[in-house]
């Protein structure tokens, strides 16, 4: 069901997160790790939060009941014990926060990022948080911690909790020959235009997927789509492409089309959420 373009993908384990646990002394810990295109990291989940974000390059994440792409700009944040996958789209040097549960935020004990966000979202990544993380301790093991580690802990966690909430992620259905087609779509998302097309492609009827999406994901397959194409519209505009250029490599006629699409899904211009 799934089409036979899509890229034969390296299936490598997740490092031991053991060896990079928080505690409530070292509430953020951070791991480094790079990775080639077409690597996927098998299924894992944790009791801690993650900040999965990129430095370089493109991943995807499915975590959850939903699938998130995360371009250098943007991090997805993951709660615990919520079990996610990576799929490395381009080479990516990905960087890793683990949040404790005992993890605060700034002049208020009851306000953590656990009350604020129990569920996946995605973040807008400021310059001054890329830096804080790119300056945390990469190491294994338990460490020496000090007081400029807590410092950059403090500071990475107020970045965190200033961070805008970006309205990008596709809801991933739990059956499984939709998932697979859905799955299909994000790998090659202009191959798929009409749902005709992708019933025809499965072997189902055009009302029997019609059906499933109303069921499962409550939505249509072309407002789903919808959601996919403003998915890679990110990662495409992460490498500083014009946005006519974007609008083209998504089949849109114009940018001007691209745009009205945008600003009657997302309520904004692309340039608020593709600069």
Request: with cysteine.
């Amino acid at each position: 069901m799934s089409p036979s373009s899509q890229p034969r993908r390296a299936s490598v384990p997740p490092i031991d997160p053991l060896a990079f646990a928080p505690t409530p002394q070292r509430p953020v810990r951070a791991k480094l790790r790079r990775l080639a295109a077409a690597t996927r990291v098998e299924p894992h989940s944790h009791p801690w939060a993650q900040v999965a974000m990129s430095a370089t390059g493109v991943i995807r994440m499915n975590a959850g009941a939903g699938t998130y792409l995360v371009p250098p700009s943007r991090a997805l944040w993951i709660p615990p014990g919520v079990e996610h996958v990576v799929t490395v789209l381009e080479d990516a040097e990905i960087r890793t926060l683990y949040v404790h549960p005992g993890a605060r935020f700034f002049g208020n004990a009851a306000d953590t990022p656990f009350s604020r966000w129990p569920a996946c979202r995605v973040l807008e990544v400021s310059p001054l948080l890329r830096q804080l993380v790119a300056h945390l301790d990469t190491s294994p093991g338990t460490g020496t911690f000090d007081e400029r580690e807590a410092c950059l802990a403090a500071l990475i966690l107020d970045e965190l909790q200033r961070a805008a909430p970006v309205r990008l992620g596709v809801d991933l259905p739990a059956d499984k020959r939709l998932r697979q087609l859905c799955e299909a779509v994000l790998d090659e998302p202009t191959r798929w235009s009409s749902l005709e097309d992708w019933s025809r492609h499965a072997g189902a009827s055009p009302r029997t997927v019609a059906r499933l999406f109303r069921s499962e994901l409550g939505t249509t397959f072309l407002q789903w789509r919808q959601q996919v194409l403003l998915a890679h519209a990110l990662t495409l505009a992460s490498r500083k492409l014009p946005m006519a250029t974007i609008a083209a490599e998504l089949g849109y006629a114009s940018a001007s089309a691209f745009a009205a699409m945008v600003k009657r899904t997302l309520g904004a211009p692309p340039t608020h959420f593709f600069t």
